[in-house]
């Protein structure tokens, strides 16, 4: 069974700093390509970032520059650590795999990220 967790979520200040983990399990982490995307109340769910299977990384416009994401293949895990944050950050942030091998997706069930101005 596939499992994809996120943690890390909470309620941080305008200009401060968070950092997201997603721990999976049950799948090859190493070929899949990982992304974050979060949704906020009465909006689509959006990308934020991904990275590849072979590292490259991609990120939304309103985020460059402040988050990273990362993965490490060896704990089967992606991060997201998230600076200079802004109240238009706030969302629930979702993990994201999908296989290199036949494109299946799995989700991870969110974790809260509240800014406060």
């Known amino acids: 069974q596939v499992q994809l967790v996120e943690s890390g979520g909470g309620l941080v200040q305008a200009g401060g700093s968070l950092r997201l983990s997603c721990a999976t399990s049950?799948?090859?982490?190493?070929?899949?390509?990982m992304g974050w995307y979060r949704q906020a109340p009465g909006r689509q769910r959006e990308l934020v970032a991904r990275?590849?299977?072979?590292?490259?990384?991609d990120y939304a416009d309103s985020v460059k520059g402040r988050f990273t994401i990362s993965r490490d293949n060896a704990k089967n895990t992606v991060y997201l650590q998230m600076n200079s944050l802004k109240p238009e950050d706030t969302a629930v942030y979702y993990c994201n795999a999908r296989s290199l091998l036949d494109g299946t997706l799995y989700w991870g069930q969110g974790t809260q990220v509240t800014v406060s101005s």
């Open positions: 990275i590849i299977v072979g590292g490259t990384t």
């Open positions: 049950g799948l090859i982490f190493s070929i899949n390509h």
